[in-house]
T-cell receptor, first 111, second 114 residues
Framework: GENVEQHPSTLSVQEGDSAVIKCTYSDSASNYFPWYKQELGKRPQLIIDIRSNVGEKKDQRIAVTLNKTAKHFSLHITETQPEDSAVYFCATLDSGYALNFGKGTSLLVTP | DSGVTQTPKHLITATGQRVTLRCSPRSGDLSVYWYQQSLDQGLQFLIHYYNGEERAKGNILERFSAQQFPDLHSELNLSSLELGDSALYFC?????????????FGNGTRLTVT
């Protein structure tokens, strides 16, 4: 399946700072790039997604950027809050329409 | 609450045994996906069903099998269990299983193999 690399694996920021998580993928045919958030002991939930015909998408404090030429996409969280602490997963679609997830980034926002 | 129901929540069993995990998708969703989440491997796609038929296979071992029934619930069968099968197993559903649909995850079944 699609190879999705996600960095960093852990990220610690002070409350109010920004956090950036980056993913790279290998299949140039990929056209859908979602981000899921998983709080401790809970299920993954979609927080934002972007399609290949768009370069950037924002939803309040969260934004995703896509660079199809370089085959990478990033999650940006501004004005981080302690409740943003969670594991974040990027994903791409494979040819069989299933999501292939990165290995996750554990984000810790300290007050 | 996502509307996706997984049972049981926890399962403890011994090596060599067989277990069945159950998933009921959201009302109206025809597509069911199974994922395995272990500490070092993240979320690994296992298998996808749409309206009773297998649509795609991922990194699913031959010891594992699944099916989706006419009422659209799905079962994941794990046999000849090994210690390394210990993980959190998630089911997710979507409306039609087409590219770009949001996956709605259940709360998972935590399997511990001793």
């Amino acid at each position: 399946g699609e190879n999705v690399e996600q960095h960093p694996s852990t990220l610690s920021v002070q409350e109010g700072d920004s956090a950036v998580i980056k993913c790279t993928y290998s299949d140039s045919a990929s056209n859908y790039f979602p981000w899921y958030k998983q709080e401790l002991g809970k299920r993954p939930q979609l927080i934002i997604d972007i399609r290949s015909n768009v370069g950037e998408k924002k939803d309040q404090r969260i934004a995703v950027t896509l660079n199809k030429t370089a085959k990478h996409f990033s999650l940006h969280i501004t004005e981080t809050q302690p409740e943003d602490s969670a594991v974040y997963f990027c994903a791409t679609l494979d040819s069989g329409y299933a999501l292939n997830f990165g290995k996750g980034t554990s984000l810790l926002v300290t007050p | 609450d996502s509307g996706v129901t997984q049972t049981p929540k926890h399962l403890i069993t011994a090596t060599g045994q067989r277990v069945t995990l159950r998933c009921s998708p959201r009302s109206g969703d025809l597509s069911v996906y199974w994922y395995q989440q272990s500490l070092d491997q993240g979320l690994q796609f296992l298998i996808h069903y749409y309206n009773g038929e297998e649509r795609a296979k991922g990194n699913i071992l031959e010891r594992f099998s699944a099916q989706q029934f006419p009422d659209l619930h799905s079962e994941l069968n794990l046999s000849s269990l090994e210690l390394g099968d210990s993980a959190l197993y998630f089911c997710a559903s979507s409306v039609a299983g087409v590219p770009g649909e949001t996956l709605h995850f259940g709360n998972g079944t935590r399997l511990t193999v001793t």
